[in-house]
């Protein structure tokens, strides 16, 4: 007859303990696979359906065609800020240049929530009316951005590479 001590019981518990662990932490997680399943398209429009000038794909501005594209950062719709357009779609080595509509904004990149292109030249610091910051996206993938002081609004932005 095998006799169950205190010390046996510990260690089949930390044993237990331990694998249940290990397998939490190899499992698939479904919010990424969600997010890896996702189009370039629906990670833009998923990401920018709380900007107030973005309610879905048809107000996606296409920019294919063309070497550069402007994109006002600081205007304004029902009261909150916005990027105008919200989200645009690019050629592969078009340049977005955005231009600063009113003080006080940002363009700071979301490494998360879908993005694929997550290593582009942000500018994270607050600028005046009249500031200027253009990016080359020589990549196909989608990027995700907002500023970072109306984060709340919120104002939100992306760019889709084609």
């Known amino acids: 007859m095998t006799r169950l001590t205190r010390r046996t019981v510990v260690r089949g518990s930390a044993g237990a303990l331990t694998l249940s662990f290990i397998a939490g932490c190899t499992g698939d997680d479904d919010d990424d696979d969600a997010a890896n ?4 398209e629906e990670v833009a429009v998923e990401w920018a359906s709380d900007a107030h000038n973005f309610d879905d794909e048809g107000d996606i501005a296409d920019h294919t065609g063309e070497d550069e594209v402007e994109v006002e950062n600081g205007g304004t719709a029902n ?14 080595g078009a340049t ?34 009249g ?32």
């Open 37 to 40: 399943d996702l189009t370039p």
């Open 79 to 92: 009261g909150n800020y916005t990027y105008e357009p919200a989200v645009v779609r690019i050629d592969e």
């Open 131 to 162: 500031f200027e910051h253009a990016v080359t996206f020589d990549e196909a993938g989608v990027a995700l951005y907002e500023c970072r002081p109306h984060r709340a609004d919120p104002q939100r932005g992306a760019v889709i590479v084609e």
């Open 96 to 129: 977005v240049n955005w231009v600063w509509t009113s003080p006080g904004h940002t363009v700071t990149l979301i490494p998360s929530e879908g993005a694929t292109l997550t290593d582009w030249d942000e500018h994270d610091e607050e600028e005046g009316e």
